[in-house]
């Protein structure tokens, strides 16, 4: 049975066969009449239904040659993209952030408590079916929350009047007492929990404006002025551990950018809080109206949640004559679960009972040598490809090859089962969890009095098509190869893999399409940067991009939340001898 795709693809081929049948028919009949004076058929059909038979038949024939041999050339550019960017072919893991409440008790004798990445959460969905989450980035927790927040006055806090007429006021709730720490500092992520394009505007006024923002102690009516620049944005692509793909930290920032509404409070404790702290920050940025928003759309404590676990898949019986195996979740009988990729693949020694881990093919060359086993295990490599043959069933389903680096390798040598482990998502049923469903810790290291959901989870198909990716493999070569020889991107490159990395509807692809439509010009100035490292003053040569927008318009809706993005993702692909920065500016 073949999929809609499939047979949408395979009828293009056969009608185009067809008429390309008809149209050279008429044209040799034209050239040569005395030869094939009844080949015409581009007008009319045969009168003889043998004829019609014949000619439908070459055209079935050629289609299905034709058709097998698109899907062959797409498997091999799948295949050949999964190893440089597997995200591009799987699904998209469904992602949230929760809100969690921590146990007071766990501040015992500190202000922060640390969440490690990839802890484990579960929740229900609207049919029962339970769902698994794990962190994706290591995440500090306090001890106190935010109260409100709300749109006030800034002359009211100043003894002299500002250009910044408005600001944000933020209320913190100590649920126990602050301890001094001198030289020391907090860094207090702050998620912004609104409507998509609500976040958008709080994000790009926070980070409008370079003016110093103030710290109110318990009733001390004498503020602290602290520098702008202690307020930044909170990314962390080292948490993401794919250093091999350049481009993996933008796909991420396309699909799951709601990890990206986070801002970093970073502020000194040379002084103790008992109950509650304000801190002010001023804009200069126009807002729309926010009476909708109430005054919780600031919170601390939260945490990006993916729907992605780690669990056995189906066991694998090796037999003679195969080399390659379907790997399936084990226990998927409802088919609610997909499988994401393949970690790792272990296997026994049937006389002694020991595991061995086998070596994949693709990091064969980066692990370390296993000790020798006497079944020549330590010689079994494997590999995965991902493939679309359009079965409705299996589409995009995973297939396990077995392979020797040792030629002369009889199978009386290799294993008789294999046990591989891999890791899955939920899919379509995480995205029914409700905003403010509880979610259940799985940890025993920390400890969490309860945790919700802030928004339904997202979650979408592989961003590819199935049909067509050869332009696709260029440019991800050509972009990644760019990128590790410090080339600046091209704009209209820049666009169309912002593309390829997504789903239609997506609203980053709009922002960015947007902001690049607005800007005038890109100019290029050659700078240098003075960077401390190692207790020494380095001074660095790089390129400082300037986007340029008409000064008579606002700047585009998203423009700091893009640039906080490129410079955060510039200076973690670039080494130490070379940077690359961005600004905007208004002519």
Sequence with gaps: M??????????????????????????????????APYLDLSYRKSNDPETERLIESFAYMFAQIEHKSVLALNDYAINFIEKLFPELISPVSALT???????????????????????????????KFECQFS????????????ESTSVVNFNQYQKF?????????????????????????????????????SSIFIYDALFSSKQNFLLYIDDNPTPISLARNLISPYIKFESQDKKNNMLYPFFDYLNYFQKYL?????????????????????????????TKLGNQFLNVNCVPVANFFETKLEPIKCQKDKDEYQVRPMGNFDNQTELLSVQTIITYDAKTGDSFTLKNFHNDKNENSQISNPLGFE???????????????????LFIRIMSDIKDLNFGRWPDYLFPEGICTNGIMATSIKPYTEFKCRSREIKIKNSVSLFWPKYSRRPLKHFGNIEVLKLLYKLDQELMSKNMLNVFEFEKIAEYMTSLGNPIRSLIK????????????????QQLWKKQVYYIPGITYKIIFNKKDNLPQGTYF?????????????????????????V
């Design 2 to 35: 073949y999929s809609k795709t499939s047979n949408q693809e395979f009828l293009r081929h056969y009608i185009n066969i067809i008429d390309e049948l008809r149209e050279n028919g008429k044209v040799f009949s034209k050239q040569n009449p005395d030869l």
């Design 262 to 290: 986070f801002l970093n409070l970073n502020i000194k404790l040379n002084f103790s809080a008992n109950s509650k702290m304000k801190v002010v920050i001023p804009f200069s940025y126009e807002l729309p109206s926010l």
């Design 562 to 586: 893009i640039l906080n993005f490129m410079n955060s993702y510039f200076e973690y692909i670039r080494d130490f001898n070379f940077f690359i920065h961005f600004e905007v500016e208004q």
């Design 97 to 127: 952030v929760l809100k969690l409440t921590p146990e007071l008790n766990a501040f015992k004798n500190t202000n922060q408590v640390l969440l490690p990445k990839n802890t484990k959460f579960s929740a229900f969905n609207q049919e």
């Design 135 to 146: 962190s994706t980035q290591e995440m500090p927790l306090f001890p106190f929350r935010i």
């Design 379 to 397: 010689n079994i490599l494997w590999s995965v490809r991902r493939s679309f043959d359009n079965s409705t069933q299996d589409n995009g389903s």
């Design 161 to 197: 009047s500002s250009p910044h007429t408005k600001a944000f006021s933020i209320d913190f709730q100590l649920k126990k007492p602050l301890l001094e720490e001198k030289n020391k500092s907090i860094s207090i992520p702050i998620y912004i929990d609104s409507d998509f394009y």
């Design 514 to 529: 947007q902001f690049l439509a607005k800007s005038v010009n890109i100019v290029q100035e050659e700078s240098v940067s």
